[in-house]
């Protein structure tokens, strides 16, 4: 009786995909947090209550200078928000975090006190992927969590599919690799060759703290700290893991999709 | 059983000073282990502690039927003992390990090479088993799998279709986790605990914390370990309905497939209720946890729950109900129980081959002392029963979590863990949604860690796996690890 069955559910439930990007973006859990916001200028003289509370050594203080954090290696934890008196790292809210540039998840001094979001690919990349971007994921030492919030783009609710975004079995067949984990030392090997093997042009995305800088095993011999130790990384998405909404922003950002989105809606066709 | 043996007995979630562990000539240490294993222990840990240049073995058993567990150790010594694997195939991997971090030769074992170290970007695979004869060939898997998944290579042996053979040779996750816990805890440690196998975080959080109490000699409130039974038992929800999504997809079931999808993230979600992170991330620290679960959030959850649930039993009932899904599944990737007894298998696993084996029930510790939740427990062993096993323990679990979050524990959620004893063991057991996650720690003369031990029920498992394997259809292989979804990191570590 399944095949009736199974109609009538879905005849019940109707479409299950969420309407983002078209629609507003789905609600973060409240006590996400999401990015965070460092404005240096608050804080305390001689203040480094922040440093030695975050486990993946991501806030420096040398003295005299301001605070810098490094969100790239965050786990977001919140412990520095907790330990900071004057409130001068606070959490944004903003499920937003995907940047192009390393430097721009570096926090902290006046006029970098947010991370500066990615912008789309240009050009003849945007041309070539805009509609139709295949990746391979590449594993190298990530935990199955960043793993799994990158599979779930894959189901009903997220059906990363329309967006033309899928990932295939060879890196033959990819435009690119989306690579998890800090890169250990016995994957190398093997992520080198995927890399080799996807064709011209392609992109790199580091999807978690892990694939960025280490994540919370920056330093042990067995690791590479992070995917731009073996290959050039085109995207950096951070988080421990990102939040499937954040790995998807920064997907459609790359793409140049969120703008396209943008540039409708004055003219009343979004 | 148990009131005979020469080893220290401890419980679940205790501690006792490393001068009270009996100690024996590493011989005499095996043979005495065999003989526990013969009269019906299990070897949860078998492992070296370094001491001035020579190298001390740990054993820890576990005797389920009498609810305790028990620890011995040999003499410092170099060089070789006689292997227990020998006599006793469970401790294989183990003694593996043990020759390949300490240098220590287990002679006699059978198939002595490395577990994890690395060789030029690589594994050290080493020489793999082969079958030899004219229709005989070689399949080479990984470590890059088709999906997105951790890597791992599987080298099978075939005559056509029929696997003779599969051997796993893995360390390609491998982060260097029990090397950097010497001399901490760290700043990093906490995080990486929560790292070791990232669907099993809200157990190897637990196991840690729990270690770090006892080491402590303090109790997280009860409240706290309320909570992290609920988050317990959140995630095997999570885990068993994206499992049973995972084995629907392979046999091109998709209804099930695409609801389970969607409902996975649904309990990920409730968990990400409690603490803000899908995986459980942030929630358990030692002396307790670090957020509360308020009597408006915990009505949010049951109600949510409540829903997922529903549409987990219904997404379910489509599977059971199709004769294509049952003719597909049962009969596949058989575990027989003498095998998984022989080998040490544990968690779902283990139980899908009929054996009682939850560490909820056997070794209760924190909540679970005042809260039971049944052992489901499914004869045949092969993918059937793991998918079933899953199956009824979504309801098991569901189940239990209704009745706890209309019971709430009152109290605070955390005290202060003072720092660690020196000079002590502690041992803690959490029955992880895949199986037993074990962690042992030693603390030096200053209340650091000597060592410690992290075993995943993964480094049990992969083996079982390899078993189901013999004299199944390559083609069934997906199916096959899908049914027993082992963890590489938790693995590697």
Redesign the interface.
Known sequence: MFVLDTLIHRLKRGCETMSYPQGPAPALPDRHGGALRVDAAKCADGCSACVPVCPTQAITRAPGQPVALDLGRCVFCAACVEACPPGAIVQTGDYRMAVRRREDLMLGPSGQEELRLAEALDGKLRRLFGRSLRLRQVSAGGCSACEADTNVLGTIGWDLGRFGIQFVASPRHADGLLITGPVTQNMELALSKAWAAVPEPKIVIAVGACAIAGGPFVGHAAVRNGAAAVVPVDLYIPGCPPHPLTILDGLLRLLGKLEEKRERVPGGAG | MSAETPFALLANAASLPWSDVPEWPAADLVRATARELDRGARLCAWFGVPEHGAVRLVALLAFDADNTLAVGRSTPFTGSYPSLTVTHAQAQLFERELWEQHGVTPIGHPWLKPV?R?A????ANGEFFRVDGPEVHEVAVG??H??????GHFRFQCAGEEVLHLEVAL???????E??LAGGPH??T???M??????T?VAHATAYATVLEALAGVEAPLRAQWLRAIALELERLANHT?DLGALANDVAFL?TS?AC??I??DF??LT????????G??LVRPGGCR?DLEAERAAQLLQRLRVALRDTE?AA??LW??ASVRSRFENVGTVFSAQATEIGLVGMAARACGLVRDVRYDHPAGWHRFAQVPVVVWPGGDVFARAKVRSLEIQRSGEFLCEQLAAPVEGEHSVESPPPAPDTLAVALVEGWRGEVCHVALTDAAGRFLRYKIIDPSFHNWTGMTLALRGTAISDFPICNKSFNL???GF?L
Do not use: M
Request: glycine share 16%; aromatic share 8%; net charge positive.
């Open positions: 994890r690395t030029a970007g690589a594994p470590p890059i088709a999906g997105i998944i951790e890597p360390g390609y996750q491998h982060r260097g986790v090397t950097a700043r990093a906490l995080s990486q929560e790292t070791v196998a990232g669907d975080t994206g209804p695409a999808g969607k996975r993230g990920l979600n990400a209720l409690i603490c803000g992170n899908r995986f991330r942030g957020y219904q009932a489509w109900d199709a963890s590489y990191c590697d």
